[in-house]
């Protein structure tokens, strides 16, 4: 162990008051709380369409594919069961009709997909009801973009094509909440 004698000559270091610190690393705790934010990836992305007045879009019947989920989590399609399954072929045919049907959508353009669920409907089961509605959009935004400009949708890199694509096939999902009653209850579907 070392020995120091200490002479005349030494001076001693003066300490640092260290009563502010506590202040100052609580200031700091408090600014970075508050300046930080965290990301939270829940729900599902969506882009709301902005809000037109109805006597400016007046939108026929006919371009109003009402699809419903009741708390049995069965799958109506305009007042018809479907399995989940179907559902996607149904929207393709019901997007792309272009006057086929009389009671389909008259062009893509104008197609919307109405969409409400029951309270009591399971989650998974309204998710894979969102899902098939989105696969639907997509292979028919694939379809368009592979027979007029030879790639997929996701893999144009031209801005106007992927506009020119929306365009004719804008996604127009409507999603409705429950009804409910002058009780207070919801109503089934």
Wanted: hydrophobic residues 40%.
């Amino acid at each position: 162990m070392p020995f120091y004698i200490q002479t005349p000559t030494m001076k001693k270091i003066p300490s640092i008051n260290s009563g502010s610190m506590a202040d100052i690393a609580f200031l700091l705790l408090i600014f970075f709380l508050v300046a930080t934010t965290i990301d939270q990836d829940q729900g599902l992305l969506r882009k709301l369409p902005p809000d037109i007045p109805a006597e400016k879009s007046p939108q026929k019947k006919r371009n109003v594919l009402m699809v419903r989920v009741n708390s049995n989590n069965d799958v109506q399609v305009n007042g018809e069961v479907v399995l989940i399954e179907d559902l996607k072929d149904l929207c393709m045919a019901f997007i792309d009709n272009r006057g086929r049907r009389e009671d389909w959508s008259e062009k893509p353009e104008e197609a919307i997909i109405s969409l409400k669920a029951s309270i009591n409907t399971d989650y998974n089961t309204y998710i894979q009801v969102q899902n098939e509605l989105a696969v639907a959009y997509r292979e028919l935004r694939d379809a368009f973009a592979l027979a007029h400009y030879g790639r997929k949708f996701y893999e144009l890199e031209n801005p106007e094509q992927v506009k020119a694509v929306k365009k004719l096939y804008p996604m127009r999902i409507s999603e409705a909440e429950p009804d409910k009653t002058e009780t207070g209850k919801l109503n089934e579907l």
